[in-house]
């Protein structure tokens, strides 16, 4: 079992930054691959960006070049910076991580992913 806390959300003006936070607790040696997701009002859950337990990141072309996502393994922590937002920004963001059957020599069993609550980012014009 792994739990998700997402922090950093807020209200920023376009064009500012917001650093978004992830505190992974539990069997955090069953995560694998981990992300962040957000949905907008009457939108579908989207996927931000993504990273891996190695370090390969993948973003949304709509993010590309604004958003950085990373990770401390050591802290069991996930980042978002989140540069130059706009007001298509505005969602609720979820944190992602995604449950591997075994890690190593270690057994984790069946899981599905996990998610954190969500953080309300507001990107006024």
């Known amino acids: 079992q792994v739990q998700l806390v997402e922090s950093g959300g807020g209200l920023v003006q376009a064009g500012g930054s917001l650093r978004l936070s992830c505190a992974a607790s539990?069997?955090?040696?069953?995560?694998?691959?981990m992300g962040w997701y957000r949905q907008a009002p009457g939108k579908e859950r989207e996927v931000v960006a993504t990273?891996?337990?190695?370090?390969?990141?993948n973003y949304a072309d709509s993010v590309k070049g604004r958003f950085t996502v990373s990770r401390d393994n050591a802290k069991n922590m996930l980042y978002l910076q989140m540069n130059s937002l706009k007001p298509e920004d505005t969602a609720v963001y979820y944190c992602?991580?995604?449950?591997?059957?075994?890690?190593?020599?270690?057994?984790?069993?069946?899981?599905?992913?996990?998610w954190g609550k969500g953080t309300l980012v507001t990107v006024s014009s």
């Open positions: 992602n991580a995604a449950h591997t059957f075994r890690s190593g020599g270690y057994y984790c069993g069946y899981g599905s992913d996990y």
């Open positions: 539990g069997d955090t040696i069953c995560i694998s691959a």
């Open positions: 990273i891996s337990s190695g370090g390969t990141t």
